[in-house]
C-alpha cells in the first residue's frame, strides 16, 4: 500500500512538474518537515527528449501514459529511457525492454528483449504470473490498458511485471 501511495505521489508531483515548466512557473514540489522547501527536479533516469515527445502528444490516454511511464522509471534507478518508434522506451543495461505503442486508442507496451527476435539457443522462458501479457512470438509480449483506472487497478502486478521482465 505505501508503494502505491508514493508512486501516486511521485507521478502527481511530476505531471505537476511538468505542467508548472511548461507554463513558465517555478514549482516547489514539497515541503520538509523543518520547514526547508525542496524544490522538485526531473528523476535521474527521466530523458528530456522523452519530457519533449510528451509535452506534445496527443494521445486519448496520455494521462495512463504519464502514469505509467513514471511507475516504469520507478521500478530501478538502472531503468533508463528513450525515444523508440516516436513512443517512449525503456532500457535495463543498454536494451530495450519496455516499449509503448501508442497507435492504438489503448495504451499498449510491447516488452521486447533487444531490438530484434534473440536466436537463443535454449528456448526463452518467462512466467507471467501476473496474466498482463498477451504473447505475440515467443520473446514478445503486450500488455494493454483501457484507461488510469485499469492502470491503478494493476500497478501492483505491473510493477512486479516490469522488475522482473528488466532483468531477464
Known amino acids: ?25 517555478n514549482l516547489c514540489g514539497c515541503v520538509r518537515s523543518e520547514g526547508a522547501h525542496v524544490e522538485e527536479d526531473r528523476g535521474m533516469n527521466q530523458n528530456p527528449d522523452v519530457d519533449r515527445l510528451m509535452r506534445t502528444l496527443e494521445h486519448p490516454q496520455k494521462e495512463a501514459i504519464e502514469y505509467l511511464r513514471t511507475a516504469i522509471l520507478n521500478v530501478d534507478p538502472q531503468i533508463t529511457e528513450q525515444v523508440k518508434w516516436n513512443a517512449p522506451s525503456f532500457c535495463y543495461g543498454g536494451v530495450d525492454r519496455v516499449t509503448f505503442q501508442l497507435k492504438s486508442k489503448d495504451v499498449q507496451l510491447i516488452f521486447h528483449r533487444g531490438a530484434k527476435v534473440k536466436d537463443d539457443e535454449t528456448p526463452f522462458a518467462f512466467n507471467d504470473d501476473s496474466g498482463l501479457m498477451e504473447w505475440r512470438t515467443n520473446d514478445r509480449a503486450m500488455v494493454t490498458f483501457k484507461d488510469v483506472a485499469d492502470v491503478t487497478a494493476h500497478e501492483e502486478a505491473f510493477g512486479s511485471l516490469v522488475s522482473r521482465w528488466m532483468k531477464t
Not at 1 to 25: F, Q
Open 1 to 25: 500500500m505505501a508503494i502505491k501511495t508514493a508512486l501516486r505521489l511521485d507521478y502527481r508531483l511530476s505531471h505537476r512538474g511538468r505542467l508548472a515548466a511548461e507554463m513558465g512557473a
